[in-house]
């Protein structure tokens, strides 16, 4: 028997407070024009005092759900990446967990930043080939605007992450006439780049405390990153594991209908399709309006993909990632 695991349903739900690059510049140095010009970034969301995380995830699971005509108590199993925990702990897929009232399954997070999504596919993948679980519930989940540095300092990077979630529902397709499914996952990682792009505190390894007040001081606990490092590294590395994907799909470029890749840089995504020569109706970007999700990012892409009908039943996609870590993956399914 080919059991493969299939998506049924997604969803996704950003919070509804806009803010726009015009927003952004009355707080730091910054303008509409350096921001468009070097990310293609418009306006992302950011949450309202007393929304959490599990908020976000949540409704994006609930919308998941009604697209796959499933109930919670249908779900086996919670998968939740994320970079930016509801607590330090336990992670959010507990509050999700609970957000969601479901019965005693089993919900971790994974951490694998703005590849997460598609790491938790493969766990996802893993847990429904191998029969443990029948339906895994993976879902991306970031509220990066209480953790940004919004003065001229953090500029760099605060200007282009947003908060989201997004979520989709995985099922064993054990039918031998259906081809729908997952068909080939790889994921990388290299650590020695880890300080290229992180948060420093609060950490564990810093002692006699996580946190002290010259860390604060010191603008520590907001995320740092070398922005053109990063960059540098991930036009390298997504056509990498894209194609090395595909190949161990036995499939080749012009047989993909979508190529959803991570909205980390607009400029990131032209680059890489510009190399591989990818038509612009075979490719989907949604960061003009949101921003840079990390792990939220791919699901929320994917669920506006399949609402706007540019992925039918049937068609084969890529999704492909970079991130902090370095962390870098590509995944290539049947919807
Ligand atoms: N507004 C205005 N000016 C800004 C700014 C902002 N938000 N952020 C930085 N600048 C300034 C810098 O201070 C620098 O000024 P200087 O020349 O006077 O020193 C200038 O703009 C150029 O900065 P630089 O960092 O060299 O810009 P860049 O062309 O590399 O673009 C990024 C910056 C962040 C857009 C780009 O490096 C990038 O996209 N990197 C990858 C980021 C990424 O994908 N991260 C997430 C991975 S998951």
Redesign the pocket.
Known sequence: MNLRARIVGTGMCVPDRVVTNDD?AKL????DE??MQ??GIRERRYIDPGTQPADLARKATERALEAAKLETSDIDCIVLATLSSQADFPGTSFFLHEALGTSEIPCFDLRA??SGFVYSLAVANGFIRSGMYRRVLVVGCEVHSTGIDLSDEG??????FGDGAGAAILEANDDENDPAGLIEVRLHAQGEFARK?WIEAPASGHTPVRIDHAMIDERRHFPK?E??F??KH?VTRMPQVLMETLHAASLKLEDIDLFLF?Q??L??NEYVAKELEIPEEKQINNIEKYG?C?AASIPMLLDEAIRAGRLAPGQLFSMTT???GFSWSSAVARL
């Open positions: 952004l730091m140095d910054t303008s350096w921001i070097r990310s930043q703005c500029r760099d990077v605060a200007v282009l792009l990153m922005g053109r990063v960059f991930a991570h980390a840089n400029r990131i840079n990390s970079f991130g902090s």
